[in-house]
């Protein structure tokens, strides 16, 4: 089986837990930026996977478009999609969605045994998102 769909918006990297102490207890509570995005991300992962989720090897691929920066919009700059090293890591919007297909798409993010990913500007009119593919393997 295999599933591709886009996150319209601009990327969301995981961010840390961040832990408390009260009373001799520890919490651990995930950033409300964070959750949302997950949110959206499952939201979307359960319109688009058919069927129960996978219990076999998975390929992942996540290309991440940011929104284009002024300084890229003059008439000399190239049309298409520019390559990013801006923040968030490409790892860590992936690690958002990974998480966040967990028990949807497969049963546990460690069944990923391939993943590739790419981080760009957005092309000229275009806006930003995140394009996922998800397949089984094997």
Known sequence: MKAT???PG??????R?????RGGKTRSVTPQKTRDYEDKVATLARWHWKGPPSDGPIRLEVVVVKP???RLCRKADPEGRVRCLATPDGTNVQKAIEDAM???VYVDDAQICEWSGS???A???EGPCVVVTVEEIG
Not at 17 to 21: K, L, M, N
């Open 119 to 121: 981080k760009w500007y």
């Open 68 to 70: 284009r920066p002024k």
């Open 123 to 125: 092309a000229k009119g």
């Open 5 to 7: 769909f886009t996150i």
């Open 10 to 15: 601009p990327p969301v990297g995981k961010q």
């Open 17 to 21: 837990a961040r832990t408390y102490s």
């Open 102 to 104: 967990s028990g949807i």
